[in-house]
């Protein structure tokens, strides 16, 4: 097994109008339909939420969003499932566009912006709304997030993430030799430099076995959780508390 190791990526530390980080952003929409990844998600939501009372907004928290493109992809695609939808898309730069929120808005889904590094906002939904209410999402999801993390932060933002949600659902890089290899042949997508030398740190702070659920809270209200490899370079994490409507 490939020990993790987690390093900062150089996509992080750009400004959001630095031409590398456009260039790489828009690499990592054609990384995502090379690694089927709405296809993954699309899939996991469903089966998570079919039993979900349609009587009230669903509602949707995704940490790490981007420019939010991936879950706007998922929306054209459930829209005629889900049509009353609020997402909050959660990245500590201001990627998404008033575009990108009026196509959310012609899938019947409400989404909204929140502009904050995710640990900031773990201290915040810690400390809860003023009469100790806290805010809370039907699901919360990760797309290539939750591997930035190790240690101490990660143990903490599962913590919080089951204490604001009934459900989780992580699509992380697979940890294996397999996509190492396949890191290092993302040139051949065009992808710039930024794009390739992120990959490569991607995979190797990845996930296997069940390195996640061995984070997740045991104690509290009971909880399913499932790892599983999906596609050809992706590993899953999903949590659901029993009996959640």
Not at 41 to 68: C, K, N, Q, Y
Not at 144 to 169: D, I, K, T
């Amino acid at each position: 097994m490939m020990r993790r190791i987690v390093a900062a990526e150089t996509l992080d530390g750009l400004a959001a109008n630095d031409p590398a980080a456009m260039r790489s952003r828009r690499d990592l929409q054609r990384v995502h339909r090379v690694m089927a990844t709405r296809g993954i998600v699309l899939r996991a939501l469903a089966d998570m939420l079919r039993f979900r009372s349609a009587t009230r907004p669903l509602r949707i928290l995704e940490l790490g969003a981007g420019d939010g493109s991936l879950m706007l992809r998922v929306a054209e695609a459930r829209s005629p499932v889900w049509s009353k939808v609020e997402i909050t898309l959660l990245d500590r730069q201001s990627l998404i566009t008033q575009a990108t929120i009026d196509r959310y808005a012609q899938c019947g889904w409400t989404a909204r912006q929140k502009v904050m590094d995710v640990m900031e906002w773990a201290a915040e939904a810690a400390e809860g709304a003023p009469g100790g209410k806290r805010e809370r999402w039907d699901v919360i999801v990760a797309n290539l997030f939750l591997h930035h993390f190790e240690g101490a932060p990660l143990h903490a933002l599962m913590n919080m993430m089951a204490a604001q949600c009934n459900r989780v659902f992580a699509c992380e890089p697979r940890r294996s030799q397999f996509s190492l290899a396949g890191s290092r042949l993302i040139g051949v997508l065009g992808a710039n430099a930024v794009t390739r030398e992120d990959a490569v740190l991607s995979v190797r702070a990845g996930f296997c076995d069940h390195e996640l659920t061995r984070e997740w809270p045991r104690d509290g209200d009971p909880w399913r959780t499932q790892e599983y490899s999906a596609g050809l370079f992706s590993h899953c994490f999903r949590a659901e508390r029993v009996g959640a409507s």
